[in-house]
C-alpha cells in the first residue's frame, strides 16, 4: 500500500486506512445529523416465535437474531429493527386476519413467517390430511397477503418461510404429524410466491434416533429454551444474510445489493464493482472507500481516486454525511481498508 493514515485514541489504539496517497480529512462527531440505514424486520407466527418457555423476551429468537445481526461487523453502518408480532395460539387463519386487519405498518425490508404447528395438533388420524392441506392453503393465503403489501418506498417484503420444529409429543400425530406438514410445505404445487423457504428450523432440532425433537433443545413438548431458541435465531440470521441486501461477499463494506446495482448477480464490468473482488480496481483503495469518497467511477477506473477521504468519527450505529468514511469503533479490515487497531 502506499502509506498508511493513522490517529490516535486514547492513547492505546490507532485507526488505520490503507491506500494510496491522498488527503486525510478527519470531522467532529457533531457533523453527522441523519439516521442510520434502518432494515426492518418482522416476525409472524405462534407461541414458537413468541417465544413461549424461552425463560425472558432477550431469548427469543427474534430477540437473539437481532443481538446477532447489530453484532455482525459486516453491517456496520446498519441498524435493526426487529418487529416479534406473534402470539401464543396463532394457527395460519389468525395470521390471515392479522394480516387483514392491520397490515404490515411497520413496513417491513423482512417478513420471517413460521406457523402451523397448532393447526397440525387439531388433527386425528381421519383428518390430518385434510387440516393439512387446509393449512398449507391458508398459508399460501399468508404469502399472497404479505407479498402484496406496499412499503412507503414502493418496495414489497421480502418473505423468508420455515418449515415447522418437532415436538416430543409421541405417537403418530406428533413429529410424524409435523413432517407431513412441512413435505407439504416444500411442494411448489401446493405453496409458492414466497422468496425463500428453509428447512434448517426442522433439521437443527430434530433427533434422528428419536424421530422427535432433541430434548436438549426443548422447554417441554413443543417449545423451545433459551438454547433451542439461539439455533432459530442463528437459522433465520443465516437466511437473510443470503440475499444481495445483507450480504457482501467481498467483504469491502459494501453490500452485494449496491455492488450488482442491476441485480443480474453478474459484474458489468466498467459500469458496476466487482461484489467477487474488494478493490475493483486494484489501486490500493478499497471499493467501499472510493465509492463512499468519491463515487462508483473512482472504484472502477485505476486513473481515478478521491482527491480527499473524508472520515467522521460517531457513535456505531449512527450514519453519516455523504461523502464521509464512517468512524464507527469498527476492527480494522484488510478488505474494507479501514478500522482500529489495538496493540
Keep these: 500500500?502506499?502509506?498508511?493514515?493513522t490517529r490516535l485514541r486514547s492513547g492505546v489504539?490507532?485507526?488505520?486506512?490503507?491506500?494510496?496517497?491522498?488527503?486525510?480529512?478527519?470531522?467532529?462527531?457533531?457533523?453527522?445529523a441523519q439516521e442510520a440505514d434502518t432494515v426492518v424486520i418482522?416476525?409472524?407466527?405462534?407461541?414458537?416465535?413468541?417465544g413461549a418457555g424461552s425463560g425472558g423476551p432477550q431469548y427469543t429468537y427474534p430477540s437473539q437474531m437481532k443481538v446477532l445481526l447489530q453484532?455482525?461487523?459486516?453491517?456496520?453502518?446498519?441498524?435493526?429493527?426487529?418487529?416479534?408480532?406473534?402470539?401464543?395460539?396463532?394457527?395460519?387463519?389468525?395470521?390471515?386476519d392479522l394480516l387483514q386487519t392491520e397490515g404490515l405498518p411497520e413496513d417491513p425490508a423482512?417478513?420471517?413467517?413460521?406457523?402451523?404447528?397448532?393447526?397440525i395438533a387439531e388433527a386425528d388420524i381421519f383428518t390430518l390430511q385434510t387440516i393439512i392441506n387446509n393449512t398449507v392453503a391458508r398459508v399460501q393465503t399468508c404469502v399472497d397477503l404479505i407479498k402484496a403489501h406496499t412499503n412507503a418506498d414502493g418496495s414489497h417484503p421480502t418473505l423468508i418461510v420455515s418449515t415447522f420444529i418437532p415436538n416430543l409429543i409421541y405417537g403418530s400425530l406428533g413429529s410424524l404429524a409435523i413432517s407431513?406438514?412441512?413435505n407439504a410445505l416444500l411442494n411448489p404445487g401446493k405453496l409458492s410466491g414466497y422468496d425463500l423457504m428453509i428447512t434448517s428450523n426442522w433439521v437443527d432440532f430434530y433427533d434422528t434416533g428419536s424421530g422427535h425433537a432433541k430434548k436438549e433443545l426443548m422447554s417441554d413438548d413443543v417449545h423451545p429454551n433459551a438454547d433451542g431458541y439461539a439455533v432459530l435465531a442463528a437459522n433465520w440470521f443465516d437466511a437473510l444474510c443470503s440475499f444481495p441486501s445483507l450480504k457482501d461477499t467481498d467483504g469491502d463494506g459494501l453490500m452485494d445489493d449496491v455492488e450488482d446495482a442491476d441485480g443480474d448477480g453478474v459484474w458489468d464490468e466498467g459500469v458496476e464493482t466487482d461484489f467477487n473482488k474488494a478493490d475493483t480496481d486494484g489501486d490500493g483503495l478499497s471499493d467501499y472507500i472510493e465509492v463512499t469518497c468519491a463515487?462508483?467511477?473512482a472504484a472502477i477506473q485505476g486513473s481515478v481516486t478521491p482527491s480527499v477521504i473524508r472520515i467522521n468519527y460517531q457513535p456505531p450505529r449512527a450514519a453519516v454525511p455523504g461523502g464521509y468514511l464512517k468512524d464507527g469503533a469498527s476492527a480494522f479490515s484488510s478488505s474494507r481498508g479501514l478500522g482500529w487497531l489495538v496493540p
Excluded: Q
Design 1 to 5: 500500500m502506499a502509506n498508511a493514515a
Design 13 to 32: 489504539s490507532a485507526l488505520l486506512l490503507t491506500g494510496a496517497s491522498v488527503a486525510v480529512v478527519w470531522s467532529s462527531p457533531g457533523v453527522f
Design 42 to 50: 418482522t416476525c409472524l407466527g405462534d407461541s414458537v416465535t413468541s
Design 71 to 96: 453484532n455482525d461487523s459486516t453491517f456496520h453502518d446498519k441498524t435493526f429493527d426487529v418487529h416479534n408480532r406473534a402470539h401464543g395460539g396463532e394457527v395460519a387463519e389468525s395470521i390471515i
Design 110 to 119: 423482512f417478513v420471517l413467517l413460521m406457523i402451523g404447528g397448532n393447526d
Design 180 to 182: 407431513l406438514y412441512n
Design 295 to 297: 463515487g462508483v467511477a
